[in-house]
């Protein structure tokens, strides 16, 4: 436990060393008590989300997917089997012309190279 930290010094001038002591004393005392080092917490038995007033989607509860996706499984098939589509690529200059990028089943199997 933290040591407690005695009143101010009543007689010490503000700049003092005592005063300046104290000061620091305080501090570090208000800073362990308000930093929670996690290597300190080592049991998580019986602890939930849940238990959360708040929350969000990245806390992982009620989520669209399964398993460790964010995907549907429908989604998820169609990514494992690869994606066919073709993309544009944007101009690299004023004057230039877009691109393409053309995947079938993920592969790439055409481009045309942006200017």
Known sequence: MADI???????????????VDWYQKVRRAINDAANIHWTSIT????????????????????????GDRHVSTAQAAALAAGLS?????AKLTGGGANGSMTFTNGVLTAQTAAT
């Open 43 to 66: 049991d998580f038995t019986g602890s939930s989300l849940a238990q959360l007033a708040t929350r969000n989607h990245s806390d992982l509860q009620n989520i669209l997917g399964n």
């Open 85 to 89: 589509v073709a993309i544009t690529t």
């Open 5 to 19: 930290v005695p009143p101010f010094p009543v007689d010490a001038p503000f700049g003092s060393y005592n005063a």
